[in-house]
């Protein structure tokens, strides 16, 4: 579906993105993460067509989308700009895009959008009357305009309310329900963590991680383990005995709680060692550990 | 469809200029109060020659005032366009960066050209006030506005348009100055750019024509070398 082989872009000399390569499959929910200036943007309009690759191939359907002008149709974007004209009516403009897609019942298909988002009442306005969040949602809705089988949103939840996000994040799930395929480029790890099934960390122009979300919680984030103890000498006795352990990094005490980072996955040892050193627990559980803690370990790997 | 294409973009250019009401009425009120400023002139020449003074004036000015047009809306069909980055998402759909570049100047060129057409009705109407004989354009006075006019606006967009793609802001900014200066300048010399003695033959408007077509075929070349990245990497 998207296919990044190898992929470098170089300006004036200065490489922004190196030796990419990625793939994202059918119906699949890709989320590309990174910091500011990583790289992603470029990455994105590399493989809309928008930028020539230095060296390296950005395919979409198996062709590349700047050459093929009818391969877009098959393309719904969202960038950072909504697209949208403030002159014009919200109606007005998905009839504009919508003409340029040759959408068929353009005005059911209009109807039905406006609908989704919320902007029925508001259709004959024009959009420089809008507020950023509706402007936004209709940025969405004219990238469906012409039920696309893959959607490039960049930061599509960016200036929209919690109501509106948890719909946009809806929407996308609907959309990967009908095998459509999503490259999401976002700085909401809450948002990715929920809806993408597979992701790529770039920094500094080049992939540091890329796979399932699941995976990567799995291979780059260290284990972390809450313990809950009986009483204060019992945790005096535990957070002592933690921190002799050599397979454990880290240990903070909080009252009767102590938080214990692994080096690696080994939380039936830990227990054994606490109670086998007679040590009361009351209770022990495994933390789970967020795609934040993965992206800053990534990240921070790489700085360092 | 390359040509029902063309026409969706310029059906848009079209809505969109005429629903900015301040551009619109810039464009009027220039359109008004040149011809109104200029019309008079017939009163001060003989009778003998104000026939041709009024057809001089009719060539030159309504050229002028087509350019001018031209010149005020690509700034907001091609200028705008690229500055609040809509451009990037009008390169992703499945149109082809000439058929864009033509959608737009074809968008323009009718604005402008219903505009310039305004302009010479009115001019006519006021000359015809101030002169006790009957004033009309001759037969190759309306030629040159019915095909030589549109021709030099659409040229005149064309070059604009591509200009604004091709260039950064800072650029396109230093140029738009410079070439409103240039045409409120040559519009305000109408009074005085022509001799008297000069009468607008079939010549002069068959060479005009062939300029323009030229200069236009010559400009729609020059998109060969526009690209999308060129467009993109001179946003900001």
């Not at chain 1, 009516?89 to 988002?117: G, H, M, T």
């Amino acid at each position: 579906m998207i296919e990044v082989r190898d992929l470098t872009k170089k300006f004036n000399g200065k490489t922004v993105v190196n030796g990419l390569n990625f793939q994202v499959q059918e119906g699949e929910i890709f989320g590309y993460l990174g910091p500011n200036g990583a790289g992603k943007t470029t990455t994105m309009r590399i493989i809309l067509g928008l930028l020539r690759p230095t060296s390296g191939k950005a395919l979409v359907f198996g062709d590349d989308l700047g050459s093929n002008d009818e391969l877009r149709r098959k393309v719904g974007i969202l960038l950072d700009n909504d697209g949208l004209y403030d002159g014009l009516s919200a109606c007005e403009n998905l009839d504009y895009y919508a003409q340029l897609c040759n959408v068929p019942d353009r005005e059911e298909k209009i109807r039905d959008l406006l609908d989704f988002a919320g902007l029925t009442k508001r259709k004959d306005d024009k959009v420089g009357t809008f507020s950023k969040g509706m402007k936004r949602k209709l940025g969405l809705a004219r990238a469906m305009i012409h039920d696309p089988d893959v959607l490039f949103l960049d930061e599509p939840s960016s200036g929209l309310d919690p109501e509106a996000q948890r719909m946009v994040r809806d929407l996308i799930l609907h959309m990967a329900k009908e095998k459509r395929t999503i490259f999401l480029n976002s700085h909401d790890l809450d948002e990715v963590q929920k809806i993408c099934s597979k992701i790529a960390i770039l920094n500094r122009g080049t992939i540091q991680a890329y796979d399932r979300v699941e995976n990567l919680r799995n291979k780059f984030s260290n284990p972390v383990f809450e313990i809950t103890l009986t009483d204060a000498a019992n945790a005096k006795h535990a957070f002592d005995l933690l921190q002799s352990l050599d397979y454990v990094s880290d240990c903070k005490p909080d009252g009767l709680g102590i938080t214990a980072t692994l080096k690696e996955e080994n939380y039936s040892n830990i227990l054994n060692e606490l109670v086998g050193n007679g040590i009361k627990v009351e209770e022990a559980k495994k933390l789970a550990k967020s795609l934040e803690d993965v992206y800053l370990d990534v990240v921070k790997e790489d700085s360092s | 469809m390359t040509l029902s294409k063309i026409f969706i973009v310029a059906k848009k250019e079209m809505m969109g200029i005429i629903k900015t009401k301040s551009q619109m009425l810039v464009g009027l009120l220039f359109a008004m109060w040149f011809s109104v400023m200029t019309a008079p002139v017939v009163k001060t020449v003989d009778e003998a020659a104000v026939f041709d003074t009024f057809n001089n004036l009719m060539f030159y000015f309504v050229l002028m005032l087509g350019i001018f047009m031209a010149y005020l809306f690509s700034g907001k069909v091609f200028f705008n366009e690229k500055r609040e980055g809509n451009i990037e998402t009008l390169l992703c759909t499945p149109l082809s960066l000439r058929q864009i570049w033509s959608g737009k100047v074809v968008g323009v060129t009718i604005v402008a050209y219903l505009i310039a057409l305004l302009a010479a009705v009115l001019m006519t109407i006021i000359a015809n006030i101030f002169s006790t004989s009957m004033l009309l354009p001759s037969p190759a006075i309306l030629l040159h506005i019915v095909l030589v006019v549109p021709a030099f606006i659409a040229t005149a967009v064309g070059l604009l348009g591509f200009g604004h793609l091709l260039l950064g802001m800072r650029e396109n900014q230093i140029i738009n100055i410079s070439i409103f200066i240039v045409i409120f300048f040559a519009l305000s010399l109408t009074k005085n750019v022509i001799g008297a003695g000069f009468v607008v033959s079939w010549i002069e408007v068959g060479v005009l024509l062939m300029v323009a077509v030229l200069l236009l075929a010559l400009i729609s070349y020059l998109t060969r070398y526009l690209s999308k990245e060129r467009i993109v990497t001179t946003i900001t």
